[in-house]
Protein backbone atom coordinates (compact mmCIF):
# COMPACT_ATOMS: atom_id res chain seq x y z
CA UNK A 1 0.00 0.00 0.00
CA UNK A 2 1.21 3.10 -0.98
CA UNK A 3 1.86 6.31 1.18
CA UNK A 4 -0.38 8.83 -0.33
CA UNK A 5 -3.71 7.01 0.26
CA UNK A 6 -6.45 7.86 -2.60
CA UNK A 7 -9.93 9.46 -1.11
CA UNK A 8 -11.49 6.24 -3.31
CA UNK A 9 -10.27 3.65 -0.62
CA UNK A 10 -12.31 6.02 2.10
CA UNK A 11 -15.78 5.55 2.76
CA UNK A 12 -16.65 8.98 1.96
CA UNK A 13 -15.34 8.46 -1.59
CA UNK A 14 -16.68 5.29 -4.00
CA UNK A 15 -16.61 2.27 -1.60
CA UNK A 16 -15.46 -0.84 -3.09
CA UNK A 17 -12.63 0.59 -4.95
CA UNK A 18 -9.32 -0.17 -3.31
CA UNK A 19 -8.86 -1.80 0.37
CA UNK A 20 -11.62 -1.62 3.03
CA UNK A 21 -11.37 1.35 5.59
CA UNK A 22 -10.70 -0.73 8.39
CA UNK A 23 -7.76 -2.54 6.01
CA UNK A 24 -6.28 0.50 6.03
CA UNK A 25 -5.96 1.08 9.05
CA UNK A 26 -4.64 -2.35 9.86
CA UNK A 27 -1.87 -1.52 7.74
CA UNK A 28 -1.46 2.58 8.81
CA UNK A 29 -1.17 1.00 13.06
CA UNK A 30 1.60 -1.21 11.62
CA UNK A 31 3.49 1.03 9.72
CA UNK A 32 2.80 3.94 11.95
CA UNK A 33 1.81 2.98 15.14
CA UNK A 34 4.40 3.34 17.55
CA UNK A 35 5.69 6.61 16.30
CA UNK A 36 5.96 9.48 18.49
CA UNK A 37 3.21 12.25 17.77
CA UNK A 38 5.30 14.33 16.21
CA UNK A 39 5.98 12.13 13.78
CA UNK A 40 2.83 10.12 13.65
CA UNK A 41 1.21 13.66 13.02
CA UNK A 42 3.83 14.43 10.39
CA UNK A 43 3.58 11.11 8.62
CA UNK A 44 -0.09 11.67 8.32
CA UNK A 45 -0.64 15.49 7.31
CA UNK A 46 2.29 15.41 4.99
CA UNK A 47 2.49 11.63 3.55
CA UNK A 48 -0.53 9.52 4.24
CA UNK A 49 -3.38 12.52 4.02
CA UNK A 50 -2.11 15.25 1.81
CA UNK A 51 -5.19 18.16 1.68
CA UNK A 52 -7.26 15.37 2.76
CA UNK A 53 -6.89 15.96 7.13
CA UNK A 54 -8.21 18.30 9.40
CA UNK A 55 -7.37 19.16 13.03
CA UNK A 56 -10.91 18.90 15.67
CA UNK A 57 -9.93 21.09 18.17
CA UNK A 58 -12.26 22.36 21.91
CA UNK A 59 -9.86 25.24 22.13
CA UNK A 60 -10.02 23.76 25.67
CA UNK A 61 -7.80 22.89 28.64
CA UNK A 62 -5.16 20.71 27.01
CA UNK A 63 -5.81 22.07 23.33
CA UNK A 64 -2.51 23.80 22.85
CA UNK A 65 -0.52 20.59 22.91
CA UNK A 66 -1.83 19.24 19.41
CA UNK A 67 -2.63 22.78 17.98
CA UNK A 68 1.34 23.51 18.67
CA UNK A 69 2.66 19.90 17.57
CA UNK A 70 0.70 20.87 14.38
CA UNK A 71 1.64 24.11 13.74
CA UNK A 72 5.77 22.99 13.69
CA UNK A 73 4.53 20.67 10.73
CA UNK A 74 2.41 22.81 9.23
CA UNK A 75 0.27 25.99 10.27
CA UNK A 76 -2.18 25.94 6.98
CA UNK A 77 -3.83 22.37 8.34
CA UNK A 78 -7.75 23.13 8.45
CA UNK A 79 -8.13 23.25 12.05
CA UNK A 80 -12.63 22.72 12.90
CA UNK A 81 -13.97 24.11 16.11
CA UNK A 82 -17.24 23.26 16.76
CA UNK A 83 -19.20 26.65 18.05
CA UNK A 84 -21.68 25.28 19.43
CA UNK A 85 -22.98 28.52 20.69
CA UNK A 86 -22.64 27.65 24.33
CA UNK A 87 -18.41 28.25 24.90
CA UNK A 88 -17.52 30.43 27.65
CA UNK A 89 -15.98 33.77 26.73
CA UNK A 90 -13.07 32.74 27.94
CA UNK A 91 -12.76 29.91 25.42
CA UNK A 92 -13.42 32.21 22.43
CA UNK A 93 -10.49 34.76 23.65
CA UNK A 94 -8.36 32.04 24.19
CA UNK A 95 -9.10 31.11 20.32
CA UNK A 96 -8.25 34.31 19.32
CA UNK A 97 -5.00 34.41 21.22
CA UNK A 98 -3.73 30.85 20.24
CA UNK A 99 -4.37 31.68 16.54
CA UNK A 100 -2.42 34.36 16.68
CA UNK A 101 0.44 32.46 19.38
CA UNK A 102 0.79 29.92 16.65
CA UNK A 103 -0.39 31.75 13.20
CA UNK A 104 -2.55 28.76 12.33
CA UNK A 105 -4.26 30.16 9.05
CA UNK A 106 -7.02 28.40 8.65
CA UNK A 107 -9.37 27.64 11.49
CA UNK A 108 -12.90 26.99 10.66
CA UNK A 109 -15.88 27.69 12.98
CA UNK A 110 -18.18 25.06 12.79
CA UNK A 111 -21.42 26.45 13.74
CA UNK A 112 -25.20 24.49 14.23
CA UNK A 113 -28.01 24.43 11.72
CA UNK A 114 -30.31 27.32 12.68
CA UNK A 115 -33.10 24.98 12.11
CA UNK A 116 -32.18 22.14 14.11
CA UNK A 117 -31.18 24.58 17.24
CA UNK A 118 -34.57 26.52 16.61
CA UNK A 119 -36.45 23.21 16.41
CA UNK A 120 -34.84 21.03 18.76
CA UNK A 121 -33.04 23.94 21.41
CA UNK A 122 -36.01 27.28 21.37
CA UNK A 123 -35.41 28.21 24.50
CA UNK A 124 -31.69 27.19 24.45
CA UNK A 125 -31.93 25.00 27.56
CA UNK A 126 -32.38 21.88 26.25
CA UNK A 127 -28.24 20.80 27.86
CA UNK A 128 -30.21 20.29 30.81
CA UNK A 129 -33.09 18.40 30.03
CA UNK A 130 -31.64 15.75 27.46
CA UNK A 131 -27.80 16.72 27.54
CA UNK A 132 -27.01 14.00 24.87
CA UNK A 133 -29.41 15.88 22.69
CA UNK A 134 -28.07 19.24 22.69
CA UNK A 135 -24.51 17.73 22.05
CA UNK A 136 -26.01 15.69 19.05
CA UNK A 137 -27.46 19.31 17.51
CA UNK A 138 -24.75 21.47 18.52
CA UNK A 139 -21.55 18.99 18.10
CA UNK A 140 -22.43 16.00 16.47
CA UNK A 141 -23.97 17.31 13.39
CA UNK A 142 -21.79 20.24 12.92
CA UNK A 143 -19.00 17.53 12.93
CA UNK A 144 -20.22 15.54 10.52
CA UNK A 145 -20.63 18.05 8.16
CA UNK A 146 -17.65 19.91 8.54
CA UNK A 147 -15.86 16.60 8.13
CA UNK A 148 -17.25 15.89 4.81
CA UNK A 149 -14.05 17.28 2.76
CA UNK A 150 -11.70 15.48 4.57
CA UNK A 151 -10.64 11.52 4.74
CA UNK A 152 -8.83 11.51 8.18
CA UNK A 153 -9.34 13.69 10.97
CA UNK A 154 -7.09 14.20 14.47
CA UNK A 155 -8.12 14.87 17.80
CA UNK A 156 -6.64 15.14 21.08
CA UNK A 157 -7.93 12.13 23.03
CA UNK A 158 -5.60 10.08 25.51
CA UNK A 159 -6.44 7.07 27.67
CA UNK A 160 -6.33 8.97 30.91
CA UNK A 161 -9.00 10.57 30.21
CA UNK A 162 -11.94 8.60 31.07
CA UNK A 163 -12.28 4.51 31.00
CA UNK A 164 -13.89 4.02 27.98
CA UNK A 165 -10.37 5.35 26.27
CA UNK A 166 -7.92 2.65 28.26
CA UNK A 167 -7.63 0.78 24.54
CA UNK A 168 -7.57 3.82 22.62
CA UNK A 169 -5.48 3.42 19.19
CA UNK A 170 -3.29 5.96 17.62
CA UNK A 171 -5.25 5.37 15.10
CA UNK A 172 -8.49 4.09 14.32
CA UNK A 173 -11.85 4.14 12.42
CA UNK A 174 -15.10 5.88 12.97
CA UNK A 175 -17.34 5.12 10.66
CA UNK A 176 -16.83 7.24 7.87
CA UNK A 177 -13.53 8.44 8.77
CA UNK A 178 -9.77 7.53 9.57
CA UNK A 179 -9.59 8.95 13.36
CA UNK A 180 -5.87 9.87 14.61
CA UNK A 181 -4.94 10.16 18.36
CA UNK A 182 -1.69 11.11 18.35
CA UNK A 183 -2.16 11.97 22.15
CA UNK A 184 -2.70 8.72 23.23
CA UNK A 185 -0.74 7.08 25.16
CA UNK A 186 -0.01 10.64 26.62
CA UNK A 187 -0.38 10.56 30.73
CA UNK A 188 -0.64 13.48 32.84
CA UNK A 189 2.96 14.38 33.86
CA UNK A 190 3.47 14.41 30.23
CA UNK A 191 0.79 16.94 29.35
CA UNK A 192 1.72 18.97 32.08
CA UNK A 193 5.51 18.97 31.29
CA UNK A 194 5.05 19.55 27.72
CA UNK A 195 2.89 22.86 28.57
CA UNK A 196 5.05 23.67 30.88
CA UNK A 197 7.98 23.00 29.13
CA UNK A 198 6.72 24.85 25.47
CA UNK A 199 5.11 27.77 27.02
CA UNK A 200 1.92 27.94 25.49
CA UNK A 201 -0.79 29.96 26.88
CA UNK A 202 -3.35 28.43 28.95
CA UNK A 203 -6.64 28.68 28.94
CA UNK A 204 -7.78 31.39 31.63
CA UNK A 205 -10.00 28.96 33.07
CA UNK A 206 -7.70 26.22 34.13
CA UNK A 207 -6.00 28.90 36.56
CA UNK A 208 -9.68 28.87 38.00
CA UNK A 209 -9.68 25.19 39.14
CA UNK A 210 -11.59 23.68 35.74
CA UNK A 211 -9.25 20.28 34.49
CA UNK A 212 -11.77 20.07 31.29
CA UNK A 213 -13.55 22.99 29.81
CA UNK A 214 -17.00 22.35 27.61
CA UNK A 215 -19.88 24.21 27.31
CA UNK A 216 -20.44 27.12 29.77
CA UNK A 217 -23.68 26.56 32.10
Same mark, same amino acid.
Given at each position: ????? +???????? +???????????????????????????????????????? #?????????? #???????????? +?????????????????????QMIRHLALTDVRDQYPDTADVECSDPNGNLWEVNPDQCCYVRKVLPLEKALLPFDAWVTGRKRFQSESRTRLDPIEFDETHIKINPLASWDMARVSNYLKDRGVPRHPLVELGYPSIGCAP
Open positions: MGKNI +SPVNMVNG +SVGHGPSPRLIVDDLIQKHGDKDAAELLGVMIEEVFPGRI #AVVTSFGAES #AILLDLVSKISR +SVPVIFLDTGKHFPETLKYQT
